[in-house]
């Protein structure tokens, strides 16, 4: 069993930035093929970022592309994701998941990944 733990979210002006980090409890952290979601409110939870185990190949939804950086410290046991030039439509709670399956994975599916953390808040005004 892995747990997750998101921080870092918050309340910002359009335009402004925030860095979401994801502690993991195990060192087995290095080995998972990590993913960032989001869900609005009355939405589906959504695929924003994911990153490999080793993590030199990264995956974005279009809608953050160019915008947000996904990246992990294994030696931290740590996932990261720096978001700049938000937007309102970025207002969502984020969540980070793992996956036991280190890549080769469909990487924007949800029910590719076995544990999740219980999410943080992020709030863009326009």
């Known amino acids: 069993q892995v747990q997750l733990v998101e921080s870092g979210g918050g309340s910002v002006q359009a335009g402004g930035s925030l860095r979401l980090s994801c502690a993991a409890s195990?060192?087995?952290?290095?080995?998972?093929?990590m993913g960032w979601f989001r869900q609005a409110p009355g939405k589906e939870r959504e695929f924003v970022a994911a990153i490999n185990w080793i993590g030199d190949n990264v995956y974005y939804a279009d809608s953050v592309k160019g915008r947000f950086t996904i990246s992990r410290d294994n030696a931290k046991n740590t996932l990261y994701l720096q978001m700049n030039s938000l937007k309102p439509e970025d207002t969502a709670k984020y969540y980070c998941a793992a996956s036991r399956r280190g890549g080769g994975l469909e990487f924007r599916s949800l029910y590719e990944y076995n544990y999740w953390g219980q999410g943080t808040q992020v709030t863009v005004s326009s």
């Open positions: 195990r060192r087995t952290f290095s080995t998972y093929a």
